[in-house]
């Protein structure tokens, strides 16, 4: 970037200026994909200039749902733990207040768990889902009269599930089953990251149930619901997404979830930034795969994963054992009309060359994602979708938004006559050049910034 000012002096050094820096500027980079962005305006750091050049993509719903085969309706279960870890917390109004991010503060298993919701409704709109979201026990409250489908465990229980629902019917609140269920799992939508606010189930009632990791408890809300099932055995499964251990109750049932009895088959995704899946949750898994409840019991697997890769899993790995789907492949990918094609699979990006400048205090970022649907290594057609988020600039915010990071680099400045750089200026000079240099990161250029 350059300014070029008119010189109203005669003869002046201007080299003690010149020994200034510009302060650091940085790059954003985001290591979820856009679309769990979409609809935001985010806070970012005063001095962001640009997204990272490489922005990585996933395989969206909308994606899954032009690529399906079909197969007979299933009934799904998910089993999502809601517990503290996983959601953050602070104390933010005291004396000293904090915030400690949860493994999925930004929600990300419910989004993406609606995401799949809608996959299937169009895969298999006769298909049954139904939800248990547990803490130390249950998380929906019977006594929630804006939550109608509610079901206890047990007669008389205050918490419980949502039953199995079939996605297309409509029940007696005039919703069809899956706007019950994707309206039940709505998280926040506006994020002030600065005072630690994140994601959490929204409730007419604020849900009151204890805090903990009662593992077991989920499970036995997959054995209640499966008992209306009207799918056969093999066409019975479970996705349980946690980051924790059991703790809860402190009692012999504690670890009653481990035997696997009587459960479908199950997909399990730990979140885990080490990648170690316990061995409490292995022991289940292979429980489970031996159980003997149907054939397809033994495909049942678990795997360690970030809240960031959730969406791979459950629309990639998971919902193709549940739905054969032909492959699609990330093709093209424009920004803000700058397009590349260059895409790395290792770690799902595209390279931009280049950063991409926020031209305003807010700048909108639009994305376009192209894939190419694949069957048999034979190409079937394209399909194409569009997401956008607002990146904000806010003075006073010194740290990056959860899901990015920052690359940040000082900006020194220089003096130009036409193209030369000076250190004084004549009598005869009247157009004088100030020029940032690119110091830090030669990828970026300054335009428009």
Same mark, same amino acid.
């Given at each position: 970037?350059?300014?070029?000012?008119?010189?109203?002096?005669?003869?002046?050094?201007?080299?003690?200026?010149? +020994?200034?820096?510009?302060?650091?500027?940085?790059?954003?980079?985001?290591?979820?994909?856009?679309?769990?962005?979409?609809?935001?305006?985010?806070?970012?750091?005063?001095?962001?200039?640009?997204?990272?050049?490489?922005?990585?993509?996933?395989?969206?719903?909308?994606?899954? +749902?032009?690529?399906?085969?079909?197969?007979?309706?299933?009934?799904?279960?998910?089993?999502?733990?809601?517990?503290?870890?996983?959601?953050?917390?602070?104390?933010?109004?005291?004396?000293?207040?904090?915030?400690? &991010?949860?493994?999925?503060?930004?929600?990300?298993?419910?989004?993406?768990?609606?995401?799949?919701?809608?996959?299937?409704?169009?895969?298999?709109?006769?298909?049954?889902?139904?939800?248990?979201?547990?803490?130390?026990?249950?998380?929906?409250?019977?006594?929630?009269?804006?939550?109608?489908?509610?079901?206890?465990?047990?007669?008389?229980? +205050?918490?419980?599930?949502?039953?199995?629902?079939?996605?297309?019917?409509?029940? &007696?609140?005039?919703?069809?089953?899956?706007?019950?269920?994707?309206?039940?799992?709505?998280?926040?939508?506006?994020?002030?990251?600065?005072?630690?606010?994140?994601?959490?189930?929204?409730?007419?009632?604020?849900?009151?149930?204890?805090?903990?990791?009662?593992?077991?408890?989920?499970?036995?809300?997959?054995?209640?619901?499966?008992?209306?099932?009207?799918?056969?055995?093999?066409?019975?499964?479970?996705?349980?997404?946690?980051? &924790?251990?059991?703790?809860?109750?402190?009692?012999?049932?504690?670890?009653?979830?481990?035997?696997?009895?009587?459960?479908?088959?199950? /997909?399990?995704? /730990?979140?885990?930034?080490?990648?170690?899946?316990?061995?409490?949750?292995?022991?289940?898994?292979?429980?489970?795969?031996?159980?003997?409840?149907?054939?397809?019991?033994?495909?049942?697997?678990?795997?360690?994963?970030?809240?960031?890769?959730?969406?791979?899993?459950?629309?990639?790995?998971?919902?193709?054992?549940?739905?054969?789907?032909?492959?699609?492949?990330?093709?093209?990918?424009?920004?803000?009309?700058?397009?590349?094609?260059?895409?790395?699979?290792?770690?799902?990006? /595209?390279?931009?060359?280049?950063?991409?400048?926020?031209?305003?205090?807010?700048?909108?970022?639009?994305?376009?994602?192209?894939?190419?649907?694949?069957?048999?290594?034979?190409?079937?057609?394209?399909? +194409? /979708?569009?997401?956008?988020?607002?990146?904000?600039?806010?003075?006073?915010?010194?740290?990056?938004?959860?899901?990015?990071?920052?690359?940040?680099?000082?900006?020194?400045?220089?003096?130009?006559?036409?193209?030369?750089?000076?250190?004084?200026?004549?009598?005869?000079?009247?157009?004088?050049?100030?020029?940032?240099?690119?110091?830090?990161?030669?990828?970026?250029?300054?335009?428009?910034?």
């Amino acid at each position: 970037m350059s300014l070029r000012v008119h010189i109203a002096v005669g003869i002046g050094v201007i080299a003690g200026f010149m +020994s200034a820096q510009a302060a650091q500027v940085c790059e954003l980079k985001c290591s979820s994909a856009p679309q769990y962005f979409s609809g935001r305006t985010i806070n970012v750091p005063d001095n962001i200039v640009a997204l990272s050049p490489k922005i990585k993509v996933d395989i969206p719903a909308q994606v899954i +749902s032009k690529i399906r085969d079909t197969t007979a309706s299933p009934s799904i279960f998910f089993v999502i733990d809601n517990s503290t870890s996983m959601q953050g917390y602070s104390n933010l109004g005291t004396s000293t207040p904090y915030w400690i &991010g949860g493994t999925d503060s930004l929600g990300l298993r419910f989004t993406v768990t609606c995401e799949l919701i809608d996959s299937l409704a169009k895969l298999l709109p006769r298909a049954r889902v139904g939800v248990s979201v547990f803490v130390a026990e249950q998380w929906f409250s019977t006594f929630d009269t804006s939550l109608k489908y509610v079901t206890p465990i047990a007669p008389g229980d +205050s918490f419980g599930y949502i039953p199995l629902l079939k996605l297309d019917s409509v029940y &007696g609140s005039g919703q069809t089953g899956q706007s019950i269920i994707e309206s039940m799992l709505t998280t926040q939508t506006t994020i002030n990251w600065d005072v630690g606010q994140h994601n959490i189930v929204n409730l007419a009632i604020p849900s009151t149930a204890t805090g903990g990791t009662n593992i077991t408890t989920g499970f036995d809300a997959v054995k209640s619901a499966m008992k209306n099932s009207n799918a056969v055995p093999d066409n019975r499964f479970v996705i349980f997404l946690s980051d &924790g251990e059991a703790n809860a109750p402190v009692d012999s049932t504690e670890f009653n979830f481990v035997k696997g009895d009587s459960v479908p088959t199950t /997909f399990t995704v /730990f979140f885990n930034d080490s990648g170690v899946v316990p061995d409490s949750i292995k022991k289940m898994n292979s429980d489970i795969q031996t159980n003997g409840y149907s054939a397809t019991n033994p495909s049942s697997e678990c795997w360690a994963a970030t809240s960031d890769s959730l969406e791979y899993y459950l629309l990639d790995k998971i919902l193709n054992r549940i739905v054969t789907v032909k492959t699609s492949d990330p093709a093209q990918l424009t920004v803000n009309g700058v397009t590349s094609t260059t895409f790395s699979s290792t770690d799902s990006t /595209f390279d931009f060359g280049s950063m991409l400048p926020m031209t305003a205090p807010t700048t909108p970022f639009t994305f376009g994602i192209t894939y190419t649907i694949r069957k048999d290594s034979a190409t079937v057609s394209d399909t +194409s /979708f569009s997401v956008q988020f607002n990146l904000s600039r806010t003075a006073g915010q010194t740290t990056a938004p959860d899901s990015f990071t920052t690359n940040c680099w000082d900006r020194d400045m220089v003096f130009r006559l036409d193209t030369n750089t000076v250190s004084a200026i004549g009598m005869g000079d009247t157009v004088l050049g100030v020029h940032f240099t690119q110091i830090g990161n030669p990828w970026y250029t300054y335009t428009q910034v």
